[in-house]
């Protein structure tokens, strides 16, 4: 079964610090692994896309690894802000001709002053 | 990129009632999802919903429940029928555009109650 898990479920930090989110899945056909940032009361935003060749992809302050053989991933996020207080979502792409995505629970991270 | 918007942003249902969600996306795609997301949980995908033919269903939902409309390449309604309190959920609509990687938009979600 395709599955996409997340931990920890919840997180709270003080603002600056450095955080790590785990994301470990069993997918197959594997396309690509994306990160997703979810505002409360809006949609998934994407923050990173890597395919089975990458092993490292940032945005700003956000760094994303994949480890293909291991099947894991992690969200770094560097000096964390308040307006970084959302859910995130580690999403695996299925390679069945059209991205079909599968769907992690989610890290609820609420970075507090 | 795709700016999408969902109307209404939020409503609150009666119990076997009906509600139609629209959707519009700012340019034109072919391929137009909608999802489910129940609280706490992730997103399930309901149905794909491409223009000039019959929406695709995933497993354990039914046109007659969730029927959807996609009259051109930049909008799409999904209506949630006779509904009951198990529906009461936050409903997304996706879009993807351009790119190998088929990078995918959502919405910012109707957030449905049913009492």
């Known amino acids: 079964k395709n599955q996409v898990e997340q931990s920890p479920q919840s997180l709270i930090i003080l603002e600056g610090k450095n955080c790590t989110l785990q994301?470990?899945?069993?997918?197959?056909?594997?396309?690509?692994l994306r990160w997703y940032k979810q505002d409360t009361g809006r949609g998934p935003v994407s923050l990173t896309i890597?395919?089975?060749?990458?092993n490292t992809k940032s945005n700003g302050r956000y760094t994303a690894t994949l480890d293909a053989d291991t099947k894991q991933s992690s969200l770094h996020i560097t000096a964390s802000q308040l307006s970084d207080s959302a859910s995130y979502i580690c999403?695996?792409?299925?390679?069945?001709?059209?991205?079909?995505?599968?769907f992690g629970t989610g890290t609820r991270l609420l970075v507090s002053p | 990129s795709a700016v999408i918007s969902q109307k209404p942003s939020r409503d609150i249902c009666q119990r076997g009632t009906s509600l139609t969600i629209q959707c519009q996306v700012d340019?034109?795609?072919?391929?137009m999802f909608w999802y489910r997301q129940q609280p706490g949980q992730s997103l399930t995908l309901i149905a794909t919903?491409?223009?000039?033919?019959?929406?695709?269903?995933e497993s354990g939902f039914v046109i007659d429940k969730f029927p959807i409309s996609r009259p051109n390449l930049t909008f799409s309604t999904l209506t949630v029928s006779n509904m009951s309190p198990e529906d009461s959920s936050i409903y997304l609509c996706?879009?993807?555009?351009?790119?190998?990687?088929?990078?995918?938009?959502f919405g910012p979600g109707t957030r449905l109650t049913v009492t």
């Open positions: 994301c470990n899945y069993t997918v197959s056909p594997f396309s690509n």
């Open positions: 340019s034109q795609v072919t391929m």
């Open positions: 890597m395919t089975f060749s990458e």
């Open positions: 999403v695996v792409s299925l390679n069945t001709g059209f991205q079909k995505l599968v």
């Open positions: 919903a491409n223009q000039g033919s019959e929406a695709t269903y």
């Open positions: 996706s879009v993807a555009a351009g790119g190998g990687h088929y990078e995918q938009y």
